[in-house]
T-cell receptor
Framework: GAVVSQHPSRVICKSGTSVKIECRSLDFQATTMFWYRQFPKKSLMLMATSNEGSKATYEQGVEKDKFLINHASLTLSTLTVTSAHPEDSSFYIC????????????????FGPGTRLTVT | GQQVMQIPQYQHVQEGEDFTTYCNSSTTLSNIQWYKQRPGGHPVFLIQLVKSGEVKKQKRLTFQFGEAKKNSSLHITATQTTDVGTYFCAGRRYTGFQKLVFGTGTRLLVSP
């Protein structure tokens, strides 16, 4: 149990286009989802916290108009990178937090496999 | 803002040797978690420590939370090639608030 998927796993896009990344909790409901960005051989940097049905909370320095987050249901959150530039190339990882319901450990976050974005 | 540093950044050991990574937070933590990320993979939860001075063991892995709840360590006894990966600590400041701040990570390479 507690599987999180991301789609696509890899995407290459041209500069100026937009890319949508989906994060799904497959076998549990996620009250909160987190979006991270990871550069090669670096740590995970939290970009935003997404709660179902409400606006995402962005970390300092993250442009909310550039990284659009939608948490439409308890099992799906999307991150759209708008007007992508080469410097947006990175590994984007989501994690899902099940909360106190569902019988899962209440403190554990479950990570998706990540999406590698390359902007040319 | 809150910073979580880990040392060393990288360690290369021979199989059978021990390994330790240290995690230090600039602020007092409510709890701390440890994750392992294999090359090309995503972080996988290992453990959470909550209490001051807490020590937990998972087979060859020993996790410790400092008395001041600002530092933590992960010790691996008799490393194996399957231990290869990057180990991250992740701290949470406030009880009940789910945001994690990840440490800088320690990359472990184990040679047979």
């Amino acid at each position: 149990g507690a599987v999180v998927s991301q789609h696509p796993s890899r995407v290459i896009c041209k500069s100026g286009t937009s890319v949508k990344i989906e994060c799904r909790s497959l076998d549990f409901q996620a009250t909160t989802m987190f979006w991270y960005r990871q550069f090669p051989k670096k740590s995970l940097m939290l970009m935003a916290t997404s709660n179902e049905g409400s606006k995402a909370t962005y970390e300092q320095g993250v442009e909310k108009d550039k990284f659009l987050i939608n948490h439409a249901s308890l099992t799906l959150s999307t991150l759209t990178v708008t007007s992508a530039h080469p410097e947006d190339s990175s590994f984007y990882i989501c994690s899902a937090y099940p909360g106190l319901a569902g019988g899962l450990p209440p403190y554990e976050q479950y990570f998706g496999p990540g999406t590698r974005l390359t902007v040319t | 803002g809150q910073q979580v540093m880990q040392i060393p950044q990288y360690q290369h050991v021979q199989e059978g040797e021990d390994f330790t990574t240290y995690c230090n937070s600039s602020t007092t933590l409510s709890n701390i978690q440890w994750y392992k990320q294999r090359p090309g993979g995503h972080p996988v939860f290992l453990i959470q420590l909550v209490k001051s001075g807490e020590v937990k063991k998972q087979k060859r892995l020993t996790f410790q939370f400092g008395e001041a709840k600002k530092n933590s360590s992960l010790h691996i006894t008799a490393t194996q090639t399957t231990d290869v990966g990057t180990y991250f600590c992740a701290g949470r400041r406030y009880t009940g608030f789910q945001k994690l701040v990840f440490g800088t990570g320690t990359r472990l390479l184990v040679s047979p």
